[in-house]
Each structure stands twice: as structure tokens, then as C-alpha cells.
């Protein structure tokens, strides 16, 4: 069972679009909530992380939105670029759980020039 | 500094043979973990350790044993490898129980005939 649904599996963007991955999650005791982005041959390396006392966080063009009423938060990827071109990933930590991070299903961004 | 280096990068195994995958760091870093990542399903977490001499299962640890003999290695073991594990394994690392980042290494690609 999966506890971080991640959404959409891929998408394509032209570049200077805009890219939004969304994730949604049940455990109420998650208590951080990054984002790692990751490139081919490469491993995860963090992006940009929120904490849910804060509806949201920006990071140059990126931007991560936060609602905890609803479970859910999204990264935004403003004025997309070709070197945005990766697979990102959502994760979400609880303390109670020994601070381990819980991973979505990943989202492969493709920014068409 | 190298961060967190992964050894063999890559390596074909047969049903039934084992290995040894080797995750170092100097970062001196009290946490360490071991993921694999296979498509659609994100990273899930293997064994990880909050320090040495001490290791923990994850989500997903049937098959694999882990140890710690010493602070900046993390060793993941195969006993008796099956196709089910072709996978890409990730190790990471993270400072302390007050940081939150974990810093990947460039993964070991792994495949069971």
C-alpha cells in the first residue's frame, strides 16, 4: 500500500511551460514533505521541502504548494527549461515513524524545447 | 569530498549466487539507508541504520541483510539472489536526527538472470 500517490507518472511540457506534479497522502503524522529530483544515471538529490505549517515555498522557479486540509501538495516548475528534464519525486517523513521517508511513485518531465 | 559513493556500479548475478553491495560516505554521517527503485514505484526502503553497530529493516526487506562495522559503511547483502531483485539500489546518507536531508549516491544497477 502505497501512503504517497504521486500523479501523473510523465508529462511533457514545452519549455517555458509550466509543470505541476501533485501528491496526496494519508498519514496526518507526516511531518515533512520534500521533493528530490533526479536525473538519469544519477541518484535523488533534494530539491525543495516544505513543512506543514506552511501552505507554501518557493525556491526560484520552483514552488511547492501545501494544503493539509486536504492531504495534498504539488511542485510547480515555472518558465520550464530543457534542463529541467528529470524524474521527480514526492516524499513525506513522519518522526513517530523514526524520521524515515516515505516515497510517491516518481514523475518523468520532459520540457520540449 | 566524494559524498556517497556506491560499489560495483553495475553487476550481472545468476539465480542463487550472492554479493555484497558497498555504500561508503565521508560526510561522517550518522544515518545511512538502502533503497531500491523500480519503475512506477518510487524508492522503497530496504534496512537503514541510525548509527554504527545498529541496523533496522525497512519497507521491503525479505531477502537482504545489512551491516554497519563501521561508521562510514553500509554493506547490503545477497545471500541467494532472484530475478524479483533486478532492481537499481540507492544508498544514503543523512547527518543527524535534526537534519533532514538524505544525499543519495549514484546507485548500483543489479541484474538476476
Known amino acids: 500500500q502505497q501512503q504517497v500517490k504521486q500523479s501523473p507518472q510523465s508529462l511533457i511540457v514545452q519549455k517555458g511551460g509550466i509543470s505541476i506534479i501533485n501528491c496526496a497522502y494519508e498519514n496526518t503524522a507526516f511531518d515533512y514533505f520534500p521533493w528530490y529530483q533526479q536525473f538519469p544515471g544519477k541518484g535523488p538529490a533534494l530539491l525543495i521541502a516544505i513543512r506543514p505549517d506552511v501552505s507554501e515555498k518557493k525556491e526560484g522557479r520552483f514552488t511547492i504548494s501545501f494544503n493539509k486540509s486536504a492531504k495534498q501538495f504539488s511542485l510547480h516548475i515555472m518558465d520550464s527549461q530543457p534542463g529541467d528534464s528529470a524524474t521527480y519525486f514526492c516524499?513525506?517523513?513522519?518522526?513517530?515513524?523514526?524520521?524515515?521517508?516515505?516515497f510517491g511513485g516518481g514523475t518523468r518531465v520532459l520540457v520540449k524545447p | 569530498n566524494a559524498g556517497v559513493t556506491q560499489t560495483p556500479k553495475f553487476r550481472v548475478l545468476k539465480t542463487g549466487q550472492s554479493m555484497t553491495l558497498l555504500c561508503a560516505q565521508d560526510?561522517?554521517?550518522?544515518?545511512m539507508y538502502w533503497y531500491r527503485q523500480d519503475p512506477g514505484m518510487g524508492l522503497r526502503l530496504i534496512h537503514y541504520s541510525v548509527g554504527e553497530g545498529t541496523t533496522a529493516k525497512g519497507e521491503v526487506p525479505d531477502g537482504y541483510n545489512v551491516s554497519r562495522l563501521k561508521k562510514q559503511n553500509f554493506l547490503l547483502g545477497l545471500e541467494s539472489a532472484a530475478p524479483s531483485q533486478t532492481s537499481v539500489y540507492f544508498c544514503a546518507s543523512r547527518d543527524s536526527e535534526y537534519q533532514e536531508t538524505q544525499y543519495f549516491g549514484p546507485g548500483t544497477r543489479l541484474l538476476v538472470l
Open positions: 516524499a513525506a517523513k513522519s518522526r513517530a515513524a523514526g524520521n524515515k521517508l516515505t
Open positions: 560526510m561522517n554521517h550518522e544515518y
